[in-house]
DNA sequence: ATAGGGTTAG
């Protein structure tokens, strides 16, 4: 009697161990129908041990719907591992790329069948909204927690942090942040990321501000004596490189020691962002030789930086490094780098080229860059049947028919271009309008172009008339063949020194005193006549101007910029 | 038995 039940014991954990085994090995989703078959006949569906195990094959999609099935399968009374169950599952499918909203659905049955939520269910939840980027279900979540009491808890407000943050809402991130009554490093680091992606996002307000308030979370996280974790360290380089200051972000760098594949990452892109490809280079040297292997990630901001400087044998020869020094592959986006370092530099045909003999299909975001370069360089026919194909494959996407219209606008086709504008209106699409936004006096003010409604718009204008006089002296010409309206040359000028940069800058130089920096925000890509009246306006009125652009920043000072043209 | 933050070209 003993014996025997001893033996089924043994034979039990003996199938327990089997089941165990079989999911560590198992890769698809007919071998893991067959274990819960296998599972079910062992009477084995209760198991905690057996369940995470099917749960945490994570890493595997199938493994995952699989858990899902059996967290709903009718054989299973999971009572007593409820809560664990769903949180694993809810946690695999927040790992993934893109089922993030599988997670949330997962949740929404969880609070449909009284299964009560704990503390450790919401940094799954959150985080899965905040890969999903929708706020109002964020929000929503928030809620839950509020009426759950669980907003006390330090790990649950660091993921509402993060949430907000990752939905563009800084503001609302920032209330969550004020009251918590502890905060340690993860918060922070948290709370500087959303401030440096809202930055980037286009939220211009964040980041405006963002260099003062980067220097107070610096000097607060000093003075409370926070824990300067890794992870803190490098938010704070990549704050400090984003929000204008690189010499600081680089003095940050040089001062940590064991310095991770991120730290130097970072610092790689953030001189990359400011246009000094030189340092970026040196940089990599040097990560080389003090024993650090770089990743995919590395490469990306190092082609930008050989890109953003106009280093193309230097990108040429990072690049061919990549399969002979480390034997990486090449992902798709290194690809577009070589395609956008190419074309920056005015080389079409060699882009073009590059592109034909690529072992993979080039994706729309290779040929945007390839047909804005035709644009640019005069290959008028080659880039408008690009477009055409871009449109066939991606209707929706708005920036194709930008493109082309532009194109046509070039040719002066202007007929057909009304046609493309026309059909973008009957398709409820809309070119985003350039703005751009300038902080005085702790006031944000936004300028669009031929901006009327501003209340010193009399004075502006004087002062840009004025502007135009004396750079028109020292050699600036119009780009009016940057004009892309059926309209005279006269207009033409009109039309540029009603750019919102130029109207920005105006005020900046009536409202502030001589000699000071004055620093501007665009949403979009800094335009080519305002680049190069930038930099007239800089030597002539003597101020330093810092432009910071949708994608980087130029330090413009006594007549030159420091993108060096190639942006 | 289960938790949070950092790097990515156009």
Same mark, same amino acid.
């Given at each position: 009697?003993?014996?025997?039940?001893?033996?089924?014991?043994?034979?039990?954990?003996?199938?327990?161990?089997?089941?165990?085994?079989?999911?560590?090995?198992?890769?698809?989703?007919?071998?893991?129908?067959?274990?819960?078959?296998?599972?079910?006949?062992?009477?084995?569906?209760?198991?905690?041990?057996?369940?995470? =195990?099917?749960?945490?094959?994570?890493?595997?999609?199938? $493994?995952?719907?699989? @858990?899902?099935?059996?967290?709903?399968?009718?054989?299973?009374?999971?009572?007593?591992?409820?809560?664990?169950?769903?949180?694993?599952?809810?946690?695999?499918?927040?790992?993934?790329?893109?089922?993030?909203?599988?997670?949330?659905? %997962?949740?929404?049955?969880?609070?449909?069948?009284?299964?009560?939520?704990?503390?450790?269910?919401?940094p799954?939840?959150l985080k899965?909204c905040a890969g999903?980027?929708?706020?109002?279900?964020g929000?929503?979540?928030?809620?839950?927690?509020?009426?759950?009491?669980?907003?006390?808890?330090?790990h649950v407000c660091n993921t509402m942090v993060h949430m907000y943050c990752c939905c563009?809402?800084?503001?609302?991130a920032? =209330?969550v942040f004020?009251?918590?009554?502890?905060?340690?490093?993860v918060s922070?680091s948290a709370m500087i990321g959303g401030?440096?992606r809202?930055?980037?996002?286009?939220?211009?307000? @964040?980041?405006?501000?963002?260099?003062?308030?980067?220097?107070?979370?610096?000097?607060?996280?000093? !003075?409370?004596?926070?824990?300067?974790?890794?992870?803190?360290?490098?938010?704070?380089?990549?704050?400090?490189?984003?929000?204008?200051?690189?010499?600081?972000?680089?003095?940050?760098? /040089?001062?940590?020691?064991?310095?991770?594949?991120?730290?130097?990452?970072?610092?790689?892109?953030?001189?990359?962002?400011?246009? /000094?490809?030189?340092?970026?280079?040196?940089?990599?040297?040097?990560?080389?030789?003090?024993?650090?292997?770089?990743?995919?990630?590395?490469?990306?901001?190092?082609?930008?930086?050989?890109?953003?400087?106009?280093?193309?044998?230097?990108? !040429?020869?990072?690049?061919?490094?990549?399969?002979?020094?480390?034997?990486?592959?090449?992902? %798709?986006?290194?690809?577009?780098?070589?395609?956008?370092?190419?074309?920056?530099?005015?080389?079409?045909?060699?882009?073009?080229?590059?592109?034909?003999?690529?072992?993979?299909?080039?994706?729309?975001?290779?040929?945007?860059?390839?047909? @804005?370069?035709?644009?640019?360089?005069?290959?008028?026919?080659?880039?408008?049947?690009?477009? =055409?194909?871009?449109?066939?494959?991606?209707?929706?996407?708005?920036?194709?028919?930008?493109?082309?219209?532009?194109?046509?606008?070039?040719?002066?086709?202007?007929?057909?271009?009304?046609?493309?504008?026309?059909?973008?209106?009957?398709?409820?699409?809309?070119? %985003?309008?350039?703005?751009?936004?300038?902080?005085?006096?702790?006031?944000?003010?936004?300028?669009?172009?031929?901006?009327?409604?501003?209340?010193?718009?009399?004075?502006?204008?004087?002062?840009?008339?004025?502007?135009?006089?004396?750079?028109?002296?020292?050699?600036?010409?119009?780009?009016?063949?940057?004009?892309?309206?059926?309209?005279?040359?006269?207009?033409?000028?009109?039309?540029?020194?009603?750019?919102?940069?130029?109207? $920005?800058?105006?005020?900046?130089?009536?409202?502030?005193?001589?000699?000071?920096?004055?620093?501007?925000?665009?949403?979009?890509?800094?335009?080519?006549?305002?680049?190069?009246?930038?930099?007239?306006?800089?030597?002539?009125?003597?101020?330093?101007?810092?432009?910071?652009?949708?994608? /980087?920043?130029?330090?413009? =000072?006594?007549?030159?910029?420091?993108?060096?043209?190639?942006?």
């Amino acid at each position: 009697m003993t014996f025997s039940a001893t033996k089924i014991l043994t034979n039990k954990r003996l199938a327990e161990q089997q089941c165990l085994t079989l999911l560590e090995t198992c890769t698809t989703l007919l071998n893991l129908t067959q274990i819960h078959t296998q599972i079910i006949k062992l009477g084995l569906i209760n198991n905690p041990l057996v369940l995470t =195990k099917f749960t945490s094959t994570s890493s595997n999609l199938n $493994a995952i719907n699989y @858990a899902s099935l059996i967290l709903f399968d009718p054989h299973s009374k999971t009572h007593l591992y409820d809560t664990f169950l769903y949180n694993t599952i809810i946690r695999a499918y927040a790992q993934t790329n893109n089922n993030r909203i599988s997670s949330i659905e %997962i949740y929404k049955k969880m609070v449909v069948n009284d299964v009560m939520p704990n503390k450790f269910t919401y940094p799954f939840v959150l985080k899965a909204c905040a890969g999903v980027g929708v706020l109002s279900l964020g929000e929503c979540v928030h809620g839950c927690v509020v009426k759950l009491g669980f907003d006390d808890d330090i790990h649950v407000c660091n993921t509402m942090v993060h949430m907000y943050c990752c939905c563009g809402c800084v503001g609302s991130a920032r =209330k969550v942040f004020e009251g918590m009554c502890v905060r340690d490093s993860v918060s922070w680091s948290a709370m500087i990321g959303g401030y440096v992606r809202g930055g980037m996002a286009g939220e211009s307000v @964040a980041d405006l501000g963002a260099l003062e308030l980067g220097k107070w979370v610096e000097r607060y996280v000093e !003075r409370e004596g926070i824990r300067k974790s890794m992870e803190l360290c490098n938010a704070l380089i990549d704050m400090f490189a984003k929000c204008g200051d690189v010499d600081k972000a680089l003095r940050l760098f /040089r001062g940590l020691d064991g310095k991770t594949i991120v730290s130097w990452t970072s610092v790689i892109v953030g001189l990359a962002m400011h246009g /000094r490809g030189l340092e970026a280079a040196a940089l990599f040297e040097e990560m080389k030789s003090s024993g650090v292997e770089p990743d995919d990630v590395t490469f990306i901001g190092l082609l930008s930086a050989c890109s953003h400087s106009g280093l193309v044998n230097e990108g !040429r020869k990072y690049f061919s490094s990549m399969t002979e020094e480390f034997h990486m592959t090449p992902k %798709i986006e290194h690809y577009g780098c070589m395609v956008d370092l190419f074309s920056r530099a005015g080389l079409v045909k060699e882009a073009l080229e590059f592109v034909n003999n690529m072992p993979i299909e080039p994706n729309p975001i290779i040929l945007r860059t390839l047909t @804005a370069a035709c644009r640019l360089h005069g290959e008028l026919n080659l880039g408008e049947s690009i477009t =055409k194909q871009l449109i066939e494959s991606e209707p929706l996407h708005e920036s194709n028919y930008v493109l082309l219209s532009n194109i046509y606008g070039k040719m002066s086709k202007w007929e057909k271009k009304n046609t493309i504008r026309e059909v973008m209106g009957e398709k409820g699409m809309k070119k %985003i309008p350039g703005s751009t936004m300038i902080e005085l006096d702790n006031k944000i003010y936004e300028f669009v172009a031929g901006d009327r409604t501003h209340e010193s718009y009399k004075e502006i204008h004087e002062m840009i008339d004025e502007m135009a006089k004396k750079i028109k002296m020292a050699g600036y010409v119009p780009t009016t063949s940057e004009v892309l309206l059926d309209i005279g040359q006269e207009e033409r000028e009109d039309a540029l020194n009603r750019h919102s940069e130029k109207l $920005a800058i105006a005020f900046a130089l009536l409202k502030t005193p001589p000699g000071t920096p004055i620093r501007i925000v665009k949403n979009l890509r800094v335009c080519g006549d305002c680049h190069s009246a930038t930099k007239f306006i800089s030597k002539i009125y003597n101020r330093e101007i810092i432009v910071r652009d949708r994608n /980087r920043f130029h330090h413009v =000072k006594d007549g030159v910029c420091s993108c060096n043209d190639f942006w």
